[in-house]
């Protein structure tokens, strides 16, 4: 939550695995029509009663090596389905990777477009104290006008009554006079602020914009690979099903003929023995041969452990709570993308239909349930816990167990379940699965660390 996986391609000449495919499969219809023809006439009822028909060596051989033919083509096949296997998980955890990469820059979408928000209700702001100030100079212009002259303090002093009225009036309009400077001054300093706030909104709005197609572009890349990683999947899936149906209907073939031959040979022993025989024990048919084990796929070199922990004691009501709330879940479906502090969710495409979790929903959502924000993602959820690390020996009910590529880059980590004690975790697994409890799986090569985040 990477490109470049491939398939297997098989070619179908004489010597390759679909060849032999061809002619294997071509003789299993043989040796069913056999058996076929050889259960019709063995179940047939006659006046006689007819012993049962005995499979000729050559029927028996053509079975044997039907079945054999078809487990060299699942041993073939198998490791070819290995390393496509392989390739088919790196594209989904390098999907589940950009899934996380989405959702820290949706993130910082959402900061900056509260910037923004913000930026432009200051800009309107702004643009109200200006045009308030500007009414202010125009009231005062349209004054001046009135009284015919752009200085009426001096029509004011002119018109006192007598000296001291001189002397008030002449106060007065000192003050009115420093106010008038004082409102210039201001509209002066609005027009700055409103030009400044002006742009900061814009600058906001377009980063916002910008970050937002970014977040927009690592989605329809995440998705992409997902959908791709699910659709080779499946038909790995299917093909190895095919594969082995295959297989167990040529076994089926040979047991058939191998149980007709036992029942023929009983029978005929019955007819030849004293006129009080005593049964023949019937020799059990030959198990079949098992199928080829598939080939390994090789193993990735095996991640630094964690050298030890940081965290404190646990808070046992928290874990507690996380652990309940967690357990409440079980049997809901996960879904990619899905769930969050509040609860399940319908996922993001391909799951957008499907309700449910993603790992770290599931353990944002527990944790929110004890009152404690662990962030969306796993890798935050690892790395806003960082200083709360736990050795593996150590680990107590509550804790967060992580999984992923390099030790030493978190941002490679790409799962995570719920401790819940007794080495056992809870967790949203994988698309087709629900919520479960599972094994800790700490001694996996891909078992990354663990963390406390109900420490004191």
Same mark, same amino acid.
Not at 26 to 43: K, P
């Given at each position: 939550?990477?490109?470049g ?6 070619r179908g ?8 495919a ?14 076929v023809?050889?259960?019709a ?10 012993a ?9 051989g ?11 083509r699942v041993?073939e096949?198998s ?8 390739d088919?998980e ?14 820290d820059?949706?993130?910082?979408y ?26 202010d100079?125009a ?12 200085a /009426?303090?001096?029509?004011a002093?002119?018109s006192?009554a ?9 106060a ?6 420093t106010?008038r400077t004082e409102v210039?001054a201001e ?28 977040a ?11 959908v791709?990683?699910r ?8 093909r ?8 167990q ?19 005929a ?7 009080a ?8 048919a030959?198990?079949?041969? /098992? ?10 070199p ?7 922990g940081?965290?404190?004691? /646990?808070?046992?009501?928290?874990a ?5 709330a967690?357990?409440?879940?079980l049997g809901?479906p ?13 996922g993001i495409? /391909?799951?957008s239909?499907?309700?449910g979790?993603?790992?770290?929903g ?7 349930r004890a ?13 806003l ?14 804790d ?19 401790y819940i004690g ?8 994988d ?5 479960t ?6 001694s996996?090569s891909t ?7 109900s420490?004191r």
């Amino acid at each position: 939550m990477g490109s470049g996986a491939r398939t297997c391609a098989v070619r179908g000449g004489t010597g390759s695995p679909a060849g032999v495919a061809g002619r294997g499969r071509a003789a299993l219809r043989a040796v069913v029509a056999v058996l076929v023809a050889a259960v019709a006439i063995g179940l047939t009822p006659s006046a006689a009663g007819a012993a049962p028909r005995n499979p000729s060596d050559a029927e028996l051989g053509t079975a044997q090596q039907a079945r054999a033919d078809a487990a060299e083509r699942v041993g073939e096949i198998s490791a070819q389905l290995a390393r496509a296997r392989a390739d088919a998980e790196a594209l989904h955890q390098a999907a589940l990777i950009a899934l996380q990469d989405y959702e820290d820059k949706q993130a910082a979408y959402d900061a900056a477009r509260a910037t923004a928000d913000a930026a432009t209700a200051a800009a309107v702001q702004a643009a109200a104290d200006l045009q308030e100030g500007r009414d202010d100079v125009a009231s005062f212009a349209r004054a001046s006008y009135m009284q015919g002259s752009t200085a /009426p303090g001096i029509t004011a002093l002119l018109s006192a009554a007598g000296p001291a009225e001189l002397i008030e009036r002449a106060a007065l309009l000192e003050a009115a006079g420093t106010n008038r400077t004082e409102v210039v001054a201001e509209l002066t300093v609005l027009q700055v602020q409103a030009a400044t706030t002006e742009q900061a909104a814009q600058q906001a709005t377009e980063q916002a914009a910008a970050v937002q197609q970014q977040a927009a572009d690592l989605l329809a890349d995440a998705q992409t690979q997902e959908v791709e990683a699910r659709r080779q999947a499946d038909a790995l899936d299917a093909r190895e099903d095919g594969l082995q149906a295959e297989l167990q209907q040529a076994q089926q073939v040979l047991q058939g003929l191998e149980g007709a031959r036992s029942a023929a040979q009983e029978a005929a022993a019955r007819q030849s023995a004293a006129p009080a025989p005593q049964r023949t024990p019937t020799r059990p048919a030959p198990a079949p041969a /098992p199928a080829p084990a598939p080939a390994p796929v090789p193993s990735t070199p095996t991640p630094e452990r964690p050298s030890g922990g940081t965290a404190g004691a /646990p808070s046992a009501s928290a874990a507690e709570t996380a652990i309940a709330a967690a357990r409440s879940q079980l049997g809901v479906p996960y879904s990619w993308g899905g769930g969050g502090s509040s609860g399940p969710s319908n996922g993001i495409p /391909p799951d957008s239909q499907l309700f449910g979790f993603d790992c770290s929903g599931l353990t944002q959502y527990a944790y929110a349930r004890a009152g404690i924000a662990i962030g969306g993602t796993s890798r935050d959820q690892w790395w806003l816990n960082r200083d709360k690390q736990v050795a593996t020996a150590d680990l107590q009910p509550g804790d967060l167990l992580f999984w992923g590529g390099t030790r030493s880059d978190y941002m490679s980590i790409t799962h995570v379940a719920l401790y819940i004690g007794g080495g056992q975790v809870i967790e949203a697994p994988d698309r087709g699965k629900h919520v479960t409890v599972a094994p800790a799986r700490t001694s996996s090569s891909t078992y990354f660390g663990a963390v406390r985040p109900s420490a004191r």
